[in-house]
């Protein structure tokens, strides 16, 4: 049981380079969300999927995409990247119980755009 | 629209020392409430959250917090602090529709 993985752990981008970052999930989990984490903002919503087949933009959705490929992966694409997002990327899953819900995060993803 | 304010950047005690880190919400239903921990370069682990019932909570790692609604409050306390505790720590509150709002941490330091 991995949990949340995320690829890549590091990348360096030129402005103007487009990327994927990678997430995938084995707790079978419906809910799955990407954030950025910038120093001082804590963490900030980019885009989230409660389902398989849906996707709904978040508190910071521009410059991204987002695909729901299956239960288990969503995706997290910049098409032109900014220096502006620079950032660590976290992908999570959510899981729902009786005593409440919790969500899983991944190692994140450092990004640099020059 | 919901928030979260953690009004302390940063904290340093010293080990063996009690903690409290500070967490104020604002939302206007009953809130689910959550403290996270972030080691340096790694992802973030719950350490414990608040969902109904009891309003003091135990976690992991010996934390525990308390909800005071009357304060919109969720602060988080440690008896006596370890030197592994060096971390940075986040307050976080369900904002409905499966998303979560997260203050902007408190970096805590640890003097041996």
């Known amino acids: 049981n991995a949990g949340v993985t995320q690829t890549p752990k590091f990348q360096v981008l030129k402005t103007g380079q487009s990327m994927t970052l990678q997430c995938a999930q084995d707790?079978?989990?419906?809910?799955m969300y990407w954030y950025r984490q910038d120093p001082g903002m804590g963490l900030r919503l980019i885009y989230y999927?409660?389902?398989?087949?849906?996707?709904d933009k978040g508190e910071v959705p521009n410059g991204y995409n987002v695909s729901r490929l299956n239960k288990r992966e969503f995706s997290l694409r910049l098409e032109s990247a900014a220096p502006s997002q620079t950032s660590v990327y976290f992908c999570?899953?959510?899981?729902?119980?009786?005593?409440?819900?919790?969500?899983?995060f991944g190692p994140g993803t450092r990004l640099l755009v020059l | 629209a919901q928030s979260v304010t953690q009004p302390d950047i940063h904290i340093t005690v010293s080990e063996g020392a009690s903690l409290e880190l500070r967490c104020n919400y604002s939302y206007g239903a009953t809130p689910y409430l959550f403290w996270y921990v972030q080691s340096p370069g790694q992802g973030l682990q719950l350490l414990l959250k608040y969902f109904s019932g009891d309003t003091l909570v135990q976690g992991i790692k010996g934390f525990e917090a308390e909800f005071k609604r009357s304060q919109s409050s969720f602060n988080l306390r440690k008896p006596s602090v370890h030197w592994s505790d060096a971390a940075e720590y986040f307050c976080a509150v369900g904002a409905g529709g499966n998303k979560l709002v997260f203050g902007a941490g408190t970096i805590l330091r640890v003097k041996s």
């Open positions: 999570a899953s959510r899981a729902w119980a009786s005593e409440g819900e919790t969500q899983y």
């Open positions: 999927s409660a389902s398989e087949g849906t996707t």
């Open positions: 707790m079978n989990h419906n809910s």
